[in-house]
């Protein structure tokens, strides 16, 4: 495959997970905002901007934090590359760039996508019909991964938009993970009940509060809430689940020049494949999640170099 291709479906499935986790944060934070007092509640808004790293870009352009500026600036804020449109847009543009690779499905749920909210933006949204917009990006984002899985070869194009999105989810869960597990820990000494709603709030932004439930019920425990993220297999969205499906896929590959990406994930993956939570404790979560992302990264940064020439 040509290294241009090669880097515009990385891309593009980056983007499009990125767009989707920024709804979820939006979603999560705005309604944690109504929860906590008036004191609190701009730490709750700034939850996505500290996530994206925006919240230096955001002070330029407004003065202060509110529901409505937040949805202004990460939803349809085209002054910056961390708002969904300005992501969809580069997911788009990417698209155009393999058309050739993609099934019409796929073609047709990106370009569907980027025309709706095209509209959308025309139109405006307001704080009052923000969640049913945070609810229409997810269901794009779980359209384009059925088109994906449903439509495409098993070829490097496909193993390629798999990489971008397992990577890029392993990096967002791993921030969303450090930032609110620090708030949740903060509150625990400070209200038991608002840590509740903390920890909830985490579960919420990864899609993972029922897996929870269902694997340790409805006592939330901060090393229980750890172990999910970090060490479950079989949670979607966990580090263990992501690091397996990069491993697999760098395997599947077909190109002889990608020796040290290959290597570089397989020994991530093994670290989480045979850690366990005492080990977590014992490090620190950030500590840990420090670690894991400057690693992400650097396997993200390799990919590029082996596959894309960059």
């Not at 909210?117 to 229409?136: H, M, Q, Y």
């Amino acid at each position: 495959m040509l290294s241009r291709a090669a880097a515009s479906l990385f891309w593009m499935a980056r983007y499009l997970e990125r767009m989707e986790i920024q709804a979820r944060l939006l979603d999560v934070s705005l309604t944690m905002a109504l929860i906590d007092v008036p004191e609190d509640r701009e730490e709750q808004l700034s939850v996505p901007l500290l996530v994206s790293g925006t919240r230096d870009q955001f002070w330029q352009f407004h003065d202060e934090v509110t529901p409505q500026r937040l949805i202004d600036f990460l939803l349809l804020d085209d002054r910056h590359d961390a708002s969904v449109f300005s992501m969809m847009r580069h997911a788009r543009d990417n698209a155009l760039h393999v058309r050739g690779n993609l099934s019409s499905d796929v073609w047709e749920s990106i370009n569907r996508t980027w025309l709706e909210l095209k509209d959308l933006s025309r139109r405006g949204v307001r704080e009052s019909n923000a969640s049913s917009v945070f609810d229409w990006v997810r269901e794009r984002s779980h359209t384009f991964r059925g088109a994906v899985y449903g439509t495409l070869l098993r070829n490097d194009a496909f193993h390629f938009l798999r990489l971008g999105t397992f990577i890029e989810r392993a990096d967002t869960t791993a921030r969303v993970l450090d930032i609110r597990h620090v708030m949740a820990t903060q509150s625990m000494a400070e209200h038991s009940t608002r840590s509740f709603f903390e920890w909830t709030a985490l579960l919420h932004s990864l899609a993972a509060f029922e897996a929870y439930q269902n694997t340790y019920g409805h006592n939330l425990e901060p090393m229980n809430v750890a172990e999910l993220l970090v060490l479950s297999a079989d949670v979607p969205r966990s580090l263990h689940s992501c690091l397996k499906e990069i491993s697999s896929l760098l395997e599947q590959v077909e190109s002889g020049r990608a020796q040290r990406a290959r290597r570089l994930a397989s020994s991530l993956y093994a670290n989480i494949r045979y850690g366990d939570r005492d080990y977590i404790a014992e490090r620190g979560l950030h500590s840990y999640l420090v670690d894991f992302l400057g690693r992400i990264q650097h396997i993200a940064d390799q990919i590029q170099k082996d596959y894309t020439g960059w």
